[in-house]
């Protein structure tokens, strides 16, 4: 009886080490997505190569000579030179908080993106096919272009349409000041969200170098998707 009772204990034991093990083994974290292309670039602070696999929180970014492409499902980004944004995971695609720089950046149909910069989110509109390229100015400034299909550009409860084909200079204003158009710029009127509003002023199409084979690589991405 002794024995079989030290073989119970020894039994609840052994059950008990094996449940706190597997409690506390670390979840594994789902992959976000791959880099197709890397130059000057570092995936959370380590020098990035091509195949490397990006995981939500993961922090893009590329020196004054750098760039860097990664896809996400079927969705791509392209990072141009001095640019940093972090990645997670979104609704039926993913999300970039953009810091610094430019990106590039395209989605089919059903597919999306959205990135947070300045206060502002921008994404596909109705998560239709997209082309498009973001840059950060300053803490009050981005510049908006969609070569496919139309962007939201949303600040706390207004939003307003980037149409495709066009260029947009996104001003930002904290609340109580307007965020005015620069003179004799037509523009889209100034949205106010009770903390901040901004102002679209429609400029030249932005093309850029190496942007340009860019855009009709993912054109063709878009329009095949």
Do not use: C, H
């Amino acid at each position: 009886m002794r024995k079989l009772t030290k073989s119970g204990i020894l039994a609840v034991l052994a059950v008990t080490v094996l449940a706190v093990s597997v409690a506390a083994a670390p979840v594994p974290v789902a992959s976000m997505g791959v880099v197709l292309q890397a130059n000057n670039a570092n995936l959370s602070g380590s020098p990035v190569v091509i195949g490397a696999t990006i995981f939500a929180g993961d922090t893009l970014t590329t020196d004054n000579a750098g760039a860097l492409r990664a896809r996400f499902g079927s969705s791509q980004i392209y990072l141009f030179p001095n640019s940093n944004v972090s990645v997670s995971q979104s609704a039926g695609g993913f999300s970039a908080d953009l810091s610094s720089g430019t990106v590039l950046l395209s989605s089919g149909a059903g597919d999306s993106y959205s990135v947070l910069a300045d206060g502002a989110i921008v994404q596909p509109k109705d998560n239709q096919k997209s082309v498009a390229q973001i840059s950060w100015v300053s803490p009050t400034e981005l510049l908006l272009t969609s070569r496919v299909g139309d962007l939201q550009v949303t600040m706390g409860d207004e939003t307003q349409t980037v149409n495709a084909g066009s260029s947009y200079r996104m001003m930002i204003a904290p609340a109580g000041q307007p965020a005015a158009s620069p003179a004799g710029r037509p523009g889209q009127p100034a949205a106010s969200s009770g903390t901040n509003s901004f102002y679209l002023v429609a400029i030249l199409i932005i093309a850029a170098g190496t942007g340009i084979a860019l855009w009709r690589a993912f054109e063709s991405t878009a329009s095949t998707n």
